[in-house]
């Protein structure tokens, strides 16, 4: 059976039902009456090691149905994660993996040298190494950091250029001056944004509206206070907020300090030269008091007014909730641009306390998801003081 312009429509249904049978997993219930040979067989394989049923515990658990199929060993674990890179594509393979390690206690086994040399590194995976850092042997640690360095440069290559380049543009525009002197009037921007007052009769243009280059002494140092909340359920945004933190601690107009927090604050600016070591002094986990981070950061601000805080929070605040509120209030009073991120990651908005954030929108700091694209952005705003670019501001 055919049908127009060659197309098979008896080939269509195989190959859906071959779809349906890779899903559905087999079986006499599955209904697709479909059998799988050759590539496919071991494609449904993979999948069944992970997503199949069986009578033995998952590795790791007890008094589950679920069976991985893997055993206990990193062999047949290791076998299984080249199995999976060999059938799906990288961004399928990261998404098994982490249902590997969240379905079947599979993170003890990322202790193991070899275990880490066959995943396929991604931020997820980070964050799986980064709660594991105290129980890693030192045999796993260098390994482990190679990893964590792979997926760092990677991310650094993605983001930092486009960072840059909006931080560059959005500090040189909030040093120009708009009433200049002669001597420092910027002609080809005067030019071109009075273009629309150009007289054909005297052949000219009237500048109505001067611009000017930042003068030495206006163009101040901004400085940047990334605050990261280091709860278990921040852990991409802590990994994206370290490459950040480095890539604008690499220009020579932004003062950056990275301070992170659970129930205590720890300063890792020192450590802003290299985000491998910003993460590895991370420890995610634990309560959260958002109130003791601010209060650190504030003591930390010298010039309120070229200020930007940037809180990344999923504020459940665990400190005293109103001395928080009044602490960013008065940032906000003093000049400070304050800005709350409930997570910087492509994930969207995790869950998160919507009383707090209300509570900040109603003080002029709006809290919303970010994602890693969009950060710039958010931060050129931010620094020029104009209104957010939010997607999601509740």
């Not at 921007?189 to 509206?209: D, F, M, S, W």
């Amino acid at each position: 059976m055919t049908g127009g312009e060659g197309y098979d429509v008896t080939d269509a249904v195989q190959e859906r039902l071959r779809r349906w049978r890779l899903v559905l997993g087999g079986g006499p219930a599955d209904g697709t009456g479909c059998a799988l040979s050759g590539r496919d067989t071991g494609m449904d394989a993979a999948l069944a090691a992970l997503y199949g049923k069986g009578d033995k515990p998952p590795v790791g658990r007890t008094g589950r149905d679920r069976s991985a199929g893997l055993g206990g060993s990193a062999p047949s674990v290791a076998r299984w994660l080249g199995d999976i890179r060999t059938y799906f594509p990288s961004s399928v393979v990261q998404v098994m993996q982490r249902d590997a390690i969240d379905r079947l206690g599979l993170a003890t086994l990322l202790l193991e040298p070899e275990m880490l040399e066959a995943v396929e590194a991604d931020v997820h995976l980070v964050g799986t190494l980064l709660s594991l850092n105290k129980a890693m042997p030192e045999t796993t640690r260098e390994t482990a950091r190679a990893v964590v360095r792979k997926v760092v440069e990677d991310l650094e290559k993605r983001l930092a250029t486009r960072t840059r380049a909006t931080l560059i543009g959005a500090l040189d525009r909030s040093a120009r001056v708009s009433r200049p002197r002669h001597h420092d009037i910027d002609w080809n921007r005067t030019i071109a944004a009075n273009l629309k007052n150009y007289l054909p009769e005297y052949r000219t243009v009237v500048p109505e509206r001067l611009i000017g280059y930042g003068r030495a002494s206006q163009s101040v140092k901004r400085e940047v206070v990334l605050c990261v909340d280091q709860s278990g359920s921040m852990t991409a945004s802590v990994v994206y907020a370290s490459v950040f933190g480095a890539v604008l601690a690499s220009m020579r107009s932004v003062s950056t300090r990275l301070v992170v927090f659970d129930t205590a604050v720890v300063d890792l600016t020192d450590q802003l030269d290299d985000p491998v070591d910003v993460l590895f002094g991370t420890q995610l986990g634990g309560g959260t008091d958002i109130n003791r981070a601010l209060a650190y950061c504030q003591s930390r601000i010298t010039r309120p007014a070229e200020t930007v805080v940037v809180l990344i929070s999923d504020l459940y605040e665990g400190g005293i909730r109103d001395e928080m509120l009044k602490r960013v209030a008065a940032m906000k009073a003093s000049g400070v641009q304050f800005v709350t991120l409930l997570a910087l990651s492509d994930e969207g908005a995790p869950a998160y306390d919507r009383e707090h954030a209300a509570a900040l929108a109603a003080l002029g700091a709006p809290a919303f998801a970010c994602t890693p694209d969009l950060f710039p952005e958010v931060m050129a705003a931010a620094i020029e003081k104009r209104p957010l670019p939010i997607p999601d501001a509740v």
